[in-house]
């Protein structure tokens, strides 16, 4: 069992790099629309330094909104949907081997990405820490909350817009402590009660969504 | 309970939407068994596979494996099934031995030979060709050969021969009875006729008042078969 589990993350991360793109793009979307910000409110340190944990992670939520259209749908298009249905493994355990899958190949090099564009943004030094933390907590829940928009939405035909409606609100919580994690370090106050919030919504995220994302996509199917 | 069938459907029915597509269907199959579903287009017989492999659950009615009903393990049913839908189920992105191997290893096999499958539809020679790069006969193929990825008792094959030229489908008939042979069993949804040793035949057909959309208090055949 956990042997299929392991394998379905490496087929997923399989098809992404043979597809490629995907990681790509979100990485690049992540980067430029980050980099539109000095130009359009102007390259003053201190307005950057306001904005700049706020920015990143408004860029980083909507990059990996972007990467979630695809997540089910490319599977059931071919029919394999189907074939990783009938593995004897739960439903819900194949949802969360490929949302494992999806925060490996968007969260995580977002998260990777992030302190460089601190660095274009002004980000306080002090910050760069919490930013980090924050987003390794926060990039999975992300991923997690998004497989059950993608499997509610992934028999609809561009589906994509609804997503994202379904998707956005839900991302609130994370990015309001992702961002005040960075503003609390940034003024040198302890940010441990931010990471606690987000441990909270990570560990009931990923006992919750792909049960949640595994009954979606039963209705799919059916 | 030995001396029931290994497979059986009792009062299965489905309902798409409103209307009740079949009702009372019933089918037994025991090792070496061949069921052929027959119907007109829209009778339900890929509903009706897809209903044996747990993709659709059914509107009334229950399945039977080893004398167990299936819910009550799925999971041991699943590992002794294979289902070939009229989807191929394919990556388009990996080459046809990488989706033989990764199908297979998902199930936990790893000592069957991809392109040996493939040579038994005789397209070994495509084993390392992206599956993008195949027409819609050599892509069935490829489907096919995952028929002899992984040991599995029950083969469930929906409109098998789509797309396939004459000589694959004397391959596949000849697959289909060497499973037979070894015990194995195969339900095939498929208007032409598949080559090989004779089995069973099960025509569905519609619910006598399936046309009365709106009306689904259905007496008749319904009656009967409860």
């Known amino acids: ?222 | 309970m030995a001396d029931a069938p290994l497979l059986q459907g009792r009062n299965l029915a489905a309902l798409r939407g409103e209307r009740l597509i079949f009702a009372g269907i019933g089918f037994e199959l025991d090792n070496g068994g061949l069921l052929k579903l027959t119907g007109r287009n829209g009778a339900g017989k890929s509903t009706l596979i897809r209903m044996i492999a747990g993709l659709v659950a059914p509107f009334a009615g229950s399945l039977h494996w080893n004398g167990a009903e299936v819910s009550r393990d799925r999971e041991a049913f699943l590992a002794d099934l294979i289902y070939a839908g009229h989807q191929d189920g394919l990556k388009t992105a990996l080459t046809a031995t990488e989706n033989l191997d990764l199908f297979a290893r998902l199930r936990g096999t790893s000592d069957r030979d991809a392109v040996a499958a493939l040579g038994s539809f005789g397209i070994a020679e495509l084993a390392d060709l992206p599956v993008r790069y195949m027409s819609a006969g050599q892509r069935r193929r490829v489907s096919l050969a995952r028929l002899l990825m992984t040991p599995a008792r029950l083969w469930l094959l929906d409109e098998p021969l789509t797309a396939l030229d004459t000589g694959a489908i004397a391959q596949l008939g000849s697959v289909v009875d060497a499973h037979r042979d070894g015990g194995g069993m195969v339900i095939a949804a498929t208007h032409a006729d598949l080559p090989g040793q004779p089995g069973s035949v099960l025509e569905i057909v519609p619910p006598a008042d399936a046309d009365l959309d709106e009306d689904l208090d259905v007496d008749g055949d319904m009656e009967d078969a409860w």
Do not use: C
């Not at chain 1, 909507?62 to 949907?81: C, I, N, P, T, Y």
């Open chain 1, 1 to 222: 069992m956990s042997r299929t589990f392991l394998m379905l993350v490496r087929r997923d991360l399989l098809l992404a790099r043979r597809q490629g793109g995907g990681s790509l793009l979100s990485i690049t979307f992540f980067v430029l629309v980050v980099s539109l910000f000095p130009l359009g409110v102007g390259p003053a340190p201190e307005t950057l330094e306001r904005i700049a944990a706020g920015t990143i992670w408004v860029a980083a939520l909507l990059s990996v909104l972007l990467s979630l259209d695809r997540m089910f749908q490319a599977d059931l298009e071919d029919g394999s949907l189907d074939q990783l249905a009938l593995l004897p493994l739960p439903l819900s355990l194949v949802v969360l081997a490929k949302t494992i899958a999806h925060w490996l190949t968007t969260g995580l090099p977002l998260t990777l990405a992030a302190p460089l564009l601190g660095l274009l943004m002004q980000l306080s030094p002090d910050a760069y820490g919490a930013l980090i933390a924050a987003m390794l907590l926060g990039t999975p829940i992300l991923s997690l909350i998004g497989a059950i928009g993608a499997a509610l939405t992934v028999g609809v035909r561009r589906g994509g817009v609804l997503l994202t409606l379904i998707v956005t609100p839900l991302y609130i919580p994370v990015l309001i402590f992702g961002v005040s994690a960075a503003e609390a370090a940034a003024q040198g106050f302890s940010y441990s009660a931010h990471m606690l919030f987000l441990s909270a919504i990570l560990s009931g995220a990923i006992v919750i969504a792909p049960i949640a994302a595994a009954w979606a996509l039963k209705l799919a199917l059916d």
